[in-house]
């Protein structure tokens, strides 16, 4: 039902549904983004939905990246800049974005995510090689690497 009423497919943009392998599957979504915690194994996921399903990985440190770095297809940093979506919340920054880059190498994906504004892409756009908005709280969405998708005010 889902795959029906979104039409996807016919327009230049990539499904990644959060949180829920199962829904993301059946619906023949492009992948699905796992939280940092999550119990999902990759492999089998792949095996289920292809070899081409995304799958990506939240993470909030060096040693959660090192961790999922052969397992996911990306890793998604953050919080870069207080959100709306984490009020309250302590961004680890740009400086965890650097220090990941370091640890995983130039080629791997990572997109740094969290209070991403014009007045601040800069700062995570020259170390991310995807950084994309995926939070609808903010108002920025800075595209480079996937396909034109994010929700939200702002995206070009």
Known sequence: ML???????SHDAKLV??????IAIDARAHGVHLPELARDDPALLKSRAGSEFLVGRSVHSVEAA??????ADYLQVGTMFPSNSHPGKTPEGPKLLKEIRAA?????NLIGVGGIEKSNVTQVR?????PVKIDVADDYCFHAG????????GCH
Not at 66 to 71: A, E, G, I, N, Q
Not at 126 to 130: A, D, E, Q, T, Y
Not at 146 to 153: A, D
């Open 3 to 9: 795959r029906q009423a979104v039409p996807w497919d």
């Open 17 to 22: 549904l959060n949180t829920y392998a199962d």
């Open 66 to 71: 090192l961790r999922f770095l052969d397992s």
């Open 104 to 108: 995983v190498g130039d080629s791997f």
């Open 126 to 130: 020259k170390l991310s090689l995807l």
């Open 146 to 153: 996937f396909r034109r998708w994010c929700i939200g005010r």
